[in-house]
């Protein structure tokens, strides 16, 4: 069963959704972090530091030597309830961004929508003398949530008692809970949630006029994937006939992963759910080999 589940997992993350690697990414975390946390002997401070090597510092210094935080943080949570309703926000908002602007630019709105929570957090401690660190995903998945809202006002969403609520209705009413209601406990992450808000807003309004900013990051992530697959992909091997030359064919693994590569090529063009039940078996097969 235990294998059963991993060649699952392993399958999503390679041929599923990015909403789908991003939340197994966030999960992955989680479960080091309190196993750490588990296994950290009583009166060490190695939990502790940890935690300020990959969230985001708040003191100026401790952030400008540990400048790689302010790109961990947004995949880093510590309590349960908050990597839930982070994932599950993620999950709702998420597909309804990537239906309708594409898959391939999920992550890039991820990372952005996290980056500006981080410096709206940064700024908000300039005044506030607080000394912790951020964590937590919340700034990117507000971007999810009003970019969503931004793109698509009059969609229906389906709430719990409630029915049928315009979008637009629902994004406007997290917000206002967020930062009434939240801020009182948690002012930092409130700045972070209105910074990815802010940021999920302004992605769309450029959107709309012609100019995508996550242009850069998807080149730079489609190039590293290709780079990746050139790597794994079979050498071909030629051999030579002293006495009768004649053309080799190439093995016939390299069929199949020419076929792997056309099914990438559409995954990132249309997304995992446009593909159809034969390349799905296909895509799943073939990462047993």
């Known amino acids: 069963m235990v294998q059963s589940i991993l060649d699952d997992i392993k399958a999503q993350f390679s041929y599923g959704n990015m909403i789908a690697r991003i939340i197994l990414v966030n999960l992955f975390v989680i479960i080091v972090i309190n196993l750490v946390k588990v296994f950290t002997p009583p009166g060490s401070d190695f939990f502790h530091h940890m935690m300020f090597y990959i969230g985001l510092p708040a003191e100026t210094f401790k952030w400008f030597t540990r400048p790689w935080t302010l790109l961990t ?31 391939r630019k999920i992550l890039p709105l991820y990372l952005i929508g996290g980056l500006a929570g981080g410096v709206f957090f940064l700024l908000w401690v300039q005044f506030s003398g607080y000394t912790g660190y951020a964590i937590g995903a919340s700034g990117a998945v507000m971007c999810f949530v009003l970019a969503a809202a931004f793109l698509s006002p009059d969609y229906n969403m389906r709430l719990l008692f409630l029915g049928d609520v315009k979008l637009k209705y629902v994004a406007v009413g997290i917000l206002m809970i967020d930062i009434l209601f939240y801020s009182a406990g948690n002012p930092g992450g409130t700045s972070a949630h209105i910074g990815g808000a802010i940021m999920g807003g302004l992605y769309v309004a450029m959107l709309q006029s012609g100019r995508d900013i996550t242009a850069p990051i998807q080149r730079f992530i489609e190039y590293l994937g290709k780079k990746r697959s050139v790597a794994a992909r079979p050498k071909m091997q030629v051999v030579y006939n002293k006495k009768r030359p004649e053309r080799v064919e190439p093995p016939r693994e390299l069929d199949v992963q020419e076929q792997i590569d056309a099914i990438l090529d559409k995954i990132n063009a249309t997304g995992y759910d446009s593909l159809s039940k034969e390349e799905k078996e296909f895509l799943y097969e073939a990462s047993k080999n």
């Open 73 to 103: 943080h947004m995949f880093v949570h510590q309590g349960v309830w908050h990597f839930v309703w982070n994932m599950l926000m993620l999950y709702w908002f998420g597909r309804i961004v990537g239906d309708l602007i594409g898959d």
